[in-house]
C-alpha cells in the first residue's frame, strides 16, 4: 500500500494558479498510475486526471482540459497538478490517488487539500 500526502492547496482568486504536490511513500510508487480526483461541496468524488507509471501518458475530465496538467518524478515519488485559468466551480478538496487495482478499484488516498477559488 502506498501513503499519500498532498500539499499546496489554498485560497486563489478566479483567473489564477496554483500547484498541488502529492508525495508517496512505499518502493512501488512508479509502477503504479497516479491520478487527481476532487470532491466539491455537496458532491460526489470525480475524476480530473491521471499519468500513467512512466509518465508518458496523461489522462483529463473535460473539465480540465487546457487548464490543468499533470506531471510525476519517479525519482522523488511525488506527482503535480499545475492548475492554470482556475474557476470558482474547481473549488472543492482534491485528493491524490494511487490506482493498485488497474482501474481504480482498488486504490490508496491522501488525505486531500482544500483548493477555494473565489470570483
Known amino acids: 500500500q502506498v501513503q499519500l500526502v498532498e500539499s499546496g492547496g489554498g485560497m486563489v482568486q478566479a483567473g489564477g494558479s496554483l500547484r498541488l504536490s502529492c508525495a508517496a511513500s512505499?518502493?512501488?510508487?512508479?509502477?503504479?498510475?497516479m491520478g487527481w480526483f476532487r470532491q466539491g461541496p455537496g458532491k460526489e468524488r470525480v475524476f480530473v486526471a491521471a499519468i500513467n507509471w512512466s509518465g508518458g501518458r496523461e489522462y483529463y475530465a473535460d473539465f480540465v482540459k487546457g487548464r490543468f496538467t499533470i506531471s510525476r518524478d519517479n525519482a522523488k515519488n511525488t506527482v503535480h497538478l499545475q492548475m492554470n485559468s482556475l474557476k470558482p466551480e474547481d473549488t472543492a478538496v482534491y485528493y491524490c490517488a494511487a490506482d493498485e487495482g488497474g482501474d481504480w478499484s482498488v486504490a490508496s488516498w491522501g488525505q486531500g487539500t482544500q483548493v477555494t477559488v473565489s470570483s
Open positions: 512505499g518502493r512501488t510508487f512508479s509502477s503504479y498510475t
